[in-house]
């Protein structure tokens, strides 16, 4: 199925099985979602479990936090990643701080799903990666998954975790395809939300990814194999916390390492995993550790945004430098 198929299938089955769970957002009712995500939800659990909002981002998450106060698992649509600002104040100073303010005795298991990245040709505030600032926000879960079967049981992982989740949802990968094994016995083979997982083994070099950079590592490593070079690409899954362990297992056999996002790399995800696998595993580099994304300048016009995102050809450009040590 589609990814955004896998994400209304588990927003299904969570609904389905545990009646505290409601679903919120611009147009995720009637019209089931910009991007169809909620798509039929409204029609077969109602309006007072699958909710349109005003346009009102900071509204949402405060009205969220509410709902979680008194019991329930709220899960909010930000209906693009550059419209969570207006929230954003909620989300850092009270979503992620109720725990420790607390001294442990309230939780807030809110999700917040929001489609992130390019390459849909949108205008501006359409196709930002703002993960690295919730990423750097203590208190706050950011998970991104790369495939529709991750998409399908990460985001039930993250309705059922008790602690409030960010997850961005790689647009450009929305209608693309994968297995997906709905089996409930199914779940107990799933790898944990915050694992990292290897999805393709490899001895020369590793490259490090999370969503939609992660098919585009792996179209890569195999433009790669025609030139006798052996990549093992790594999918992240998980950007706070980071499974630094995958990531140093894998280069202390490759000895290389290459990391890829979407966002710029001015202070991106990919620095903090540069910084801890330079500090955890000097001995074992023979290259430096670099990071690919994209240019550090507002996000562009739509027709300059195959310029503006990392492609093949940039990630096969570090790949190349890595290995000329």
Not at 249 to 264: C, D, F, I, K, M
């Amino acid at each position: 199925m589609t990814l955004v198929a896998a994400l209304n299938a588990a927003l299904r089955t969570v609904l389905a099985s545990d009646p505290k769970t409601l679903v919120m957002g611009e147009d995720v009712g009637r019209l089931g979602g910009v991007f169809r995500v909620t798509d039929g939800l409204q029609k077969d659990f109602g309006e007072g479990r699958v909710m349109d909002t005003p346009l009102a981002e900071s509204g949402i998450v405060g009205t969220a936090i509410g709902f979680a106060l008194r019991g329930y698992r709220p899960i909010v649509e930000i209906q693009f990643d550059g419209f969570v600002f207006p929230g954003y104040d909620q989300i850092v100073t009270q979503l992620a701080k109720m725990h420790a303010r607390s001294r442990g005795l309230v939780r807030l298991p809110v999700v917040i799903r929001i489609p992130y990245g390019g390459g849909i040709g949108a205008v501006e505030h359409h196709s930002e990666s703002p993960e690295a600032l919730f990423a750097h926000v203590a208190g706050l879960r950011v998970m991104s998954p790369a495939t529709p079967s991750d998409a399908y049981w990460m985001l039930q992982e993250a309705v059922r975790c008790d602690d409030p989740v960010v997850f961005f949802e790689p647009k450009r990968r929305y209608y693309e395809k994968g297995e997906v094994d709905e089996a409930p016995e199914a779940a107990s083979g799933q790898l944990p939300a915050h694992t990292a997982r290897v999805v393709r083994p490899g001895g020369d070099l590793t490259l490090a990814a999370y969503g939609p950079m992660v098919a585009t590592c792996l179209e890569a490593a195999r433009v790669a194999a025609e030139e006798g070079r052996d990549l093992e690409v790594v999918d992240l899954r998980s950007i706070s916390p980071i499974d630094f362990d995958t990531v140093q297992h894998s280069v202390r056999r490759t000895g290389r390492l290459v990391v890829a996002h979407e966002a710029p790399v001015f202070f991106g995800a990919g620095a903090e995993i540069a910084a801890q696998v330079t500090e955890h595993c000097f001995y074992h580099l023979s290259a430096p550790v670099l990071r690919v994304g994209a240019y550090h300048t507002p996000y562009p016009p739509s027709r300059l945004e195959d310029e503006y995102l990392p492609g093949i050809d940039r990630v096969l450009d570090a790949v190349d430098r890595a290995l000329a040590h």
